[in-house]
């Protein structure tokens, strides 16, 4: 729904940059993870752990945000 809203899905939502955002953090994450940086103690890998989480709980939040917004539309649609 992020990108489609309440749309049918379609050819043009796979442009949309909200839907090439979503499908390059995790290209980009994997390419950083395998790059042959040596930093003491690992901190590189935690550090792109931690990036990885936040965006993790953004889009899980953005969702949760989207199933209430879809739930208020529909009680307002029922109200009239």
């Not at 879809?70 to 649609?77: G, S, T, W």
Request: with cysteine; aromatic share 14%.
């Amino acid at each position: 729904m992020y990108v489609k809203g309440f749309d049918k899905l379609d050819k043009k939502h796979l442009n949309d940059k909200r839907f090439l955002l979503i499908c390059i953090i995790p290209l980009v994450l994997h390419w950083f993870w395998d790059l042959p940086i040596q930093a003491p103690f690992e901190l590189f890998r935690v550090g792109l752990t931690t990036a990885a989480w936040i965006a993790i709980i953004y889009f899980i939040n953005l969702g949760l945000k989207q199933i209430d917004d879809a739930k208020k539309l529909e009680k307002e649609q029922v109200k009239r």
